[in-house]
């Protein structure tokens, strides 16, 4: 009888702690991802809170000053560079409805265009995909400007995520560390994977595709073309999405100096721009799993798949998942720790420096 009762209470005990999970998760999912966002940031800026806090013993005032280091390298060119991007957007908007690109390959393919039927369907084909094209950016546009109060509420969410998990970190990750039913070796190695992965993806990312964008944009600027300011910025700005990468903005480029009759400058942009898909397509992977000694596949997949399943924050979290998988199939096998994660005297002495152990 009385195992009966004991074993009531666990049973009814996991039914609330269930149902207070799932009541949670559907509390918090119109804003997980900003939760999210603030916990990478958190991450990334972590070894300039911690410099600061050797020398400022305040905690808040550190994460204060980090948060200022925030608002002044992310939110203010953001808050500035939007509204001349949907200027600019609108620009282009109205120049494409004005530019005749059907004659220009007319006069390129004359023997193409004698076919009327043929003449016809390209004519249709063109112009339905430039319509799409600039619809499409123009809808993405206005549902930015219909959603500002909510993504200013998703920003105040991620800006306060992290700011208490920075100024807290030190508990936020002995609270993680207290729930995981693994023993402190294997803690360890999975919070140095987990950091590896993030910085090699994050880094990866932003690195590789700043670069890529400004390769691009010295194309825009060699072979005079108009707006190469803003061109560079936006191939900067989609060379860090991963997928996406510059092909984005130098191939529309390409195309538009080759319908206005400028070939060399439409085949310099275009070998400039192969050039910088080599980056997203070739270096970047190795340059992720350089760090981590993760197979690039696994990186890449992790990537792609997240980026279906979490958006743009599943760059970051589909490889993460991807490594604890493997992990944790280690550990239940009972082998040895994936080789991986085993760190050397080298890396254990940059983590001293970092300040994560």
Known sequence: MAMDKSYLRKVTSLVILAVLIVLSYFLLKPILMSIITG?????????????????????NVSVTIVCILLILLIVIPVWFLTPVLLNQSIEIFLASQKIDFVTPLQNAFPKLFSIGTFSNEITSVVYSFITKITNGAMNMISKVLLNFPTLFLQFLVTFFTFFFVLRDSEKFV???????PFPKEIETKLFKSSRDITFSVLYGQVIIGILQGIFAGISFFLFGVGNALFLTLLAIIAGIFPII????VWIPVAIYLFVNGQLWPAIGVTF????ASFFENA???????????VHSSIILLGMVGGLFMFGILGVILGPLILAYLLIVLEIYRDKRTPSYLIQNPEDQE????????
Do not use: C, H, W
Not at 174 to 180: A, G, H, N, T, V
Not at 245 to 248: A, K, P
Not at 272 to 275: K, T
Not at 350 to 357: A, L, N, S
């Open 245 to 248: 990468g510059t092909t984005v």
């Open 39 to 59: 916990i990478i940031l958190a991450f990334i800026f972590l070894p300039v809170f911690q410099k600061i806090n050797k020398k400022i013993p305040s905690r």
């Open 272 to 275: 400039f721009g192969l050039i």
């Open 350 to 357: 940059i983590d001293i420096k970092m300040g994560y152990f």
């Open 283 to 293: 270096v970047k992977p190795v340059f992720v799993s350089k760090r981590t000694n």
């Open 174 to 180: 002995e609270y993680i560390q207290s729930l995981l």
